[in-house]
């Protein structure tokens, strides 16, 4: 009987106490106007090619169930990132490409939302970011610059600092062009 007021209680603290794995979340509300404000660098940008393609962890040294004497099971993993052909500079300063992390796609991913956003389009809604680009498609990035000196999309949790363009005039960036003077 104890044994069984014991899992119904454990059953029933993880159910109260357990968060449910879900969509990322912020502190505070999301400010399209202060994200613009923030961004170090603002480009309009066509996404080309891999820079570091996606591959596997490869295996250094060791091996998880046996390790040797070098030390543990080891890998080291590799991000992929994206080269990006800068046409036009909004902000900032940087040379005639970017590259960030990030997967190619062979689909579009525009913001289904009413200009200005006030949030990241569909694929960043799980992580926080949205990181995938279709290749050959234009997108609006508002950059961050990290401690190491890097460009980074990934400063605004939720925010829509890497939206896939329409065209050279689309609603977006007329709205981004006119926050950032």
């Given at each position: 009987?104890?044994?069984?007021?014991?899992?119904?209680?454990?059953?029933?603290?993880s159910?109260v106490?357990?968060g449910?794995?879900?969509a990322?979340?912020r502190?505070g509300?999301?400010?399209?106007?202060?994200?613009?404000?923030?961004a170090n660098?603002i480009v309009?940008?066509?996404?080309?090619e891999?820079?570091?393609?996606?591959?596997?962890?490869?295996k250094?040294?060791g091996?998880s169930?046996y390790?040797?004497?070098r030390?543990?099971?080891?890998?080291r993993?590799v991000v992929?990132?994206?080269?990006?052909?800068?046409l036009?500079t909004?902000?900032g300063t940087?040379?005639?490409e970017?590259i960030l992390?990030?997967v190619?796609?062979?689909?579009?991913?525009?913001?289904?939302r009413?200009v200005?956003?006030?949030?990241?389009?569909?694929s960043?809604g799980?992580?926080?970011f949205a990181n995938?680009?279709?290749?050959?498609?234009?997108?609006?990035?508002?950059l961050k610059?990290?401690?190491?000196?890097?460009?980074?999309a990934?400063?605004?949790?939720l925010?829509?600092v890497?939206?896939q363009?329409?065209?050279d005039?689309?609603?977006?960036i007329l709205?981004?062009?006119?926050?950032?003077?």
């Open positions: 009987m104890i044994r069984r007021a014991t899992i119904l209680q454990t059953l029933v603290f159910a106490f357990t449910e794995a879900s990322c979340s502190l509300e999301i400010s399209n106007v202060a994200m613009v404000r923030e660098v309009r940008a066509i996404a080309q891999y820079a570091v393609p996606p591959r596997a962890p490869e250094l040294t091996n169930l390790p040797t004497k030390g543990p099971d080891t890998r993993i992929p990132t994206i080269r990006f052909r800068v036009e909004i902000r940087v040379g005639s970017v992390p990030g190619l796609v062979d689909t579009d991913d525009f913001n289904d009413p200005p956003y006030a949030l990241v389009r569909k960043g799980g992580s926080c995938s680009y279709r290749s050959g498609a234009q997108f609006l990035l508002l610059t990290t401690d190491a000196g890097e460009l980074t990934n400063w605004y949790a925010g829509p890497n939206e363009l329409h065209a005039d689309d609603p977006w709205w981004v062009r006119k926050q950032a003077q």
